[in-house]
């Protein structure tokens, strides 16, 4: 076999598939053409044509990337035979610790305020985590080593920028919304101004450093960052520093086509290279990728679990009488509190099969 042959595919599915929905150019093209036709404005359905078209792929995109990736952790979870085993803890005990959660969050009064605070809380730092480790899986594939202290100030970086974000919104009031989508929110701050203070010189000092470690192999491995990973942390950063309107419109696209469409195409590519298919399909095929049957019978497990979760759970509990926005923040809380824990477990490049599987 040729060095060709043996060399990792610098892709994760596919450069176009990559470039859009898993580094960051979609949500981005998205943003630039809203705020072309509508300025920095949320679009509405009470506003122009142009607006509710905006919202149909929304609407599309969170059923089909939003909340089909949740169900996607179990995808992973029940694959093969051996994550069946490494991973029974999070499939089964800590799936059962969710239902009296769950069930608290429906008779304790206030307690989904608390959960779903708890989880815009947490978010950013997912999304970031995330973001770090598949801009790392594109460095290792296409040769950008970096050394365990390049790793620490890499990682440094986003754990930094989410701190910095997190204190940011205990701060501040009018980071932190009183009512979330119907849900009054509680706010568990301010913490001292000079806690804040503090992060924005962490992450500043962490910025440098990573700047510093990419000018250095630059100038002396003639070695850039690759282009992916450099999107990626574009859109990490922009989302996580950002504030008024532009914070506002990257919220709105970012959860499904960036974070939640990057979950799917990095489960999507595990899938496949676990079970020996095609790794490289050119831009002539994506068709065909598209529509294999190992791609539909994934898609179609995903969407629908996702819809269980987001549609048929909460309208199936507003039927009975509960209040549908408390219902589906609660979900929305517990389903997350279970996918946090559960990737942040079952993601490492540090392990040995994780990582063979995922940049191979």
């Known amino acids: 076999m040729s060095p060709e042959a043996r060399a990792p595919y610098p892709w994760i599915v596919q450069p176009v598939v990559d470039l859009l929905f898993v580094c960051g150019g979609l949500p981005l093209l998205l943003i630039a053409f809203n705020v072309w036709a509508l300025g920095w404005t949320l679009p509405s359905n009470m ?32 694959g093969s035979k051996e994550d069946r085993s490494r991973f029974a803890f999070y499939r089964v005990w800590l799936m059962l610790a969710c239902v009296p959660l769950f069930l608290s969050g429906l ?7 608390i959960f779903v605070y708890l ?16 801009s790392l899986i594109y460095c290792a594939k296409r040769g950008y080593r970096l050394s365990p202290s390049e790793k620490r100030v890499y990682r440094g970086f986003f754990l930094s920028l989410s701190a910095m974000t997190i204190v940011r919104f205990v701060s501040f009031r009018n980071v932190s919304p009183e009512i979330w989508f119907g849900i009054p929110m509680p706010f568990w701050g301010p913490v001292p101004r000079v806690v804040y203070h503090a992060a924005v010189a962490c992450f500043a000092l962490f910025a440098t450093l990573t700047v510093a470690v990419v000018v250095r192999k630059a ?10 990973s450099a999107l990626i942390v574009a859109t990490t950063v922009w989302l996580g520093a950002s504030d008024g309107a532009a914070n506002s419109l990257l919220w709105l696209y970012v959860p499904a086509f960036f974070h939640g469409s990057q979950y799917l195409a990095v489960c999507l590519a595990y899938a496949r290279q676990e079970r020996g298919l095609e790794r490289a399909v050119p831009f002539s095929r994506i068709r065909s990728l598209i529509i294999s049957t190992h791609a539909i019978q994934f898609s179609a497990a995903a969407i629908v679990g996702g819809a269980v979760l987001y549609v048929a759970i909460p309208y199936s509990l507003a039927a009975c009488g509960l209040e549908p926005a408390i219902v589906a923040g609660l979900v929305l809380a517990v389903v997350n509190f279970h996918h946090f824990i559960t990737d ?9 099969r994780c990582r063979k599987v995922l940049l191979s």
């Open 107 to 113: 008779i304790v009064p206030g307690a989904t305020s």
């Open 119 to 134: 989880y815009l809380v947490a978010v950013f730092w997912h999304y970031a985590a995330q973001a770090c480790g598949v």
């Open 344 to 352: 942040a477990a079952i993601w490492h490049l540090s392990d040995p």
């Open 47 to 78: 506003g122009s044509t142009v607006q509710r078209a905006l919202l149909v792929p929304l609407l599309i995109g969170q059923h089909l990337f939003a909340d089909a990736h949740n169900a996607a952790t179990h995808l992973r979870l029940w």
């Open 219 to 228: 100038a002396g491995e003639r070695k850039l960052l690759p282009f992916p």
